[in-house]
């Protein structure tokens, strides 16, 4: 033991290469193990047939209308959650009442409830027999609520802290200087905020277009209508087109991925204009 | 006037999306009194399903916490080639589909799969079985150890640990004495997040599962079976057991607190 310190001492830097080693491989052992290797055997299986069944697959009219129907709620949940998102982050900053810390905790709700309860828990009050005589079950509007339910807490989240940290003396100097409250949110406020609301939705939009727990029960699944993409994909594994699902999931991932590359350009676009 | 409005559509929409649904739950599970619903919740089937559940994260979470914060290390404290890949190859699961996460490990795993075969012939049981539940339940909740512990990681710095190991500690001491006590309050919020993802893990669970009753049924695939069998108050009741691990999530999640951590 003690001549291991000698030794760690007398040449820290080597000791600490070999160590970095260790962590570095078991890192990217792990990953690999997890995470690539299975998502290796998805792409391999989507190409099994070649462009022309890939091409197949994703051209299906029942995997298009899927696709279709998740990319347009997807875009609407991102437009309801960076106007309310942006709203419940702004009361959860700038305003004061009773129960604020309450409606903090609840906006994690999300994150922390599993998505066959969040789904069942939508079915309860805007499902048949529900108390206030709503019922959404199995129309689009059914599987909007459930992507606005699991999406909330992304721009809230994102754009809390800056809010947080933005300076009041810009908007009290702006405002002595004479502008109007509408001014000064367009101008001072807005701009501001404008890359954690994209960064917030772009979350947001990937979660949503991959989403299958909270949809699967109050969507109905009714192909065509209320079918989203990954709800499609599920039904064809059930039905063993397995490499069909995997193409369809290939293309899936490449939009998320896409939404989440966005943020990565958002950030640097952002910290260029900080500079 | 403005002030009132904004707090109305804060509290109204949070109410109307999240907590009057949920309060309707729990109102339903116990809709014909606390009999019935805890009768629901101790079916063989129920019981089965809690358990497995508990045991699934009882594998994840540990597995995922000491990879989280090996690899947070390796990716704040060390240089080496593949950096950026690693970096945004931890951020995969949060961009996929459950159901792509199952489909990979069934292509990977199942018959027909790279390995599924060879398991086949030496009768390994993966897929409709425990290890591929585990495998899909780590795969989702993989990230949040390590975003959680890789920015207190970067603000700490690693003057501490160079002194520590200038003195003469070795890297093992000093984990344990400076960078652990350092990254704990981190830590414990990734464990939190990462316990309440795999409890709550449906998707991948149920393409790689089978989903059958008494032998791979999660608490949450056992909510959707209970569902799509016509019993209401079974698939209420086993929400109400999710929904209280939810709410205690929630508490912990307060409790650590890592953002107001950070800024003090």
């Given at each position: 033991m003690s001549a291991q310190t000698a030794v760690a001492g007398a040449h820290p830097v080597a000791r600490r290469r070999r160590s970095g080693g260790l962590s570095v491989g078991v890192a990217t052992g792990y990953l690999s193990l997890i995470v690539l290797l299975p998502l290796a055997a998805l792409a391999w299986r989507s190409m099994e047939g070649g462009w022309s069944a890939f091409w197949d697959a994703i051209s299906d009219p029942q995997a298009v209308a899927a696709l279709k129907v998740t990319l347009l709620l997807s875009l609407a949940i991102v437009a309801v959650n960076a106007l309310v998102g942006t709203v419940i982050a702004w009361v959860l900053v700038r305003d004061a009442f009773p129960g604020k810390s309450l409606l903090n905790m609840v906006i994690d709700l999300p994150f922390a409830l599993p998505t066959i309860v969040a789904g069942l828990t939508l079915l309860a009050l805007?499902?048949?027999?529900g108390p206030i005589g709503v019922n959404v079950a199995y129309t689009k509007t059914a599987v909007l609520l459930a992507l606005l339910f699991v999406t909330l807490p992304f721009v809230v989240r994102t754009v809390q802290p800056v809010l947080l940290e933005l300076d009041r003396e810009m908007e009290e100097a702006a405002a002595s200087l004479g502008a109007g409250r509408a001014a000064i949110f367009r101008r001072i406020i807005f701009p501001n905020l404008f890359p954690a609301i994209l960064s917030g939705v772009a979350l947001a939009f990937a979660r949503a277009v991959g989403e299958f727990g909270a949809v699967v029960l109050i969507s109905g699944?009714?192909?065509?209508?209320?079918?989203i993409a990954s709800v499609y994909i599920f039904g064809q594994i059930e039905s063993d087109n397995v490499t069909s699902a995997a193409a369809v999931s290939v293309l899936l991932l490449a939009i998320s991925f896409a939404a989440l590359l966005g943020i990565g350009g958002i950030r640097r676009w952002a910290t260029r204009h900080d500079g | 006037m403005a002030r009132y409005a904004l707090r109305l559509v804060a509290i109204g929409y949070v109410s109307a999306l999240l907590l009057v649904p949920l309060g309707i739950v729990f109102r339903r599970a116990f809709a014909d009194g606390v009999g019935p619903a805890w009768d629901a919740v101790t079916t063989p089937a129920a019981l089965h399903a809690f358990w497995l559940t508990i045991l699934i994260a009882l594998i994840a979470v540990p597995a995922n916490t000491l990879f989280g914060v090996v690899c947070a290390l390796a990716i704040v404290r060390r240089r080496f080639r593949g950096h950026g890949l690693v970096n945004s190859a931890v951020d995969l699961p949060l961009a996929l589909s459950p159901v792509v996460v199952g489909l990979a490990l069934l292509l990977l795993?199942?018959?027909?799969?790279w390995f599924g075969s060879w398991l086949f012939d030496h009768d390994v049981r993966v897929i409709f079985a425990l290890p591929s539940m585990v495998l899909a339940t780590i795969f989702v909740s993989l990230p949040f150890v390590v975003r959680e512990v890789v920015p207190v990681l970067r603000e700490i710095g690693d003057e501490q640990e160079q002194a520590a190991s200038t003195l003469g500690a070795s890297s093992w001491q000093t984990f344990w004495r400076i960078t652990l006590p350092a990254i704990r309050w981190g830590v414990a919020y990734g464990i939190v997040l990462t316990t309440a993802r795999a409890l709550g893990e449906f998707g991948a669970v149920s393409v790689v599962s089978g989903?059958?009753?008494?032998?791979?049924?999660t608490m949450t695939t056992h909510v959707g079976e209970r569902f799509e069998a016509f019993d209401l108050v079974g698939a209420y009741a086993a929400s109400v057991v999710l929904a209280l691990a939810a709410m205690a999530t929630l508490l912990l999640m307060t409790m650590f607190q890592p953002r107001e951590e950070r800024t003090r």
């Open positions: 805007y499902g048949p027999k699944n009714i192909p065509f209508d209320t079918e | 795993y199942g018959r027909g799969g989903r059958i009753a008494g032998r791979t049924e």
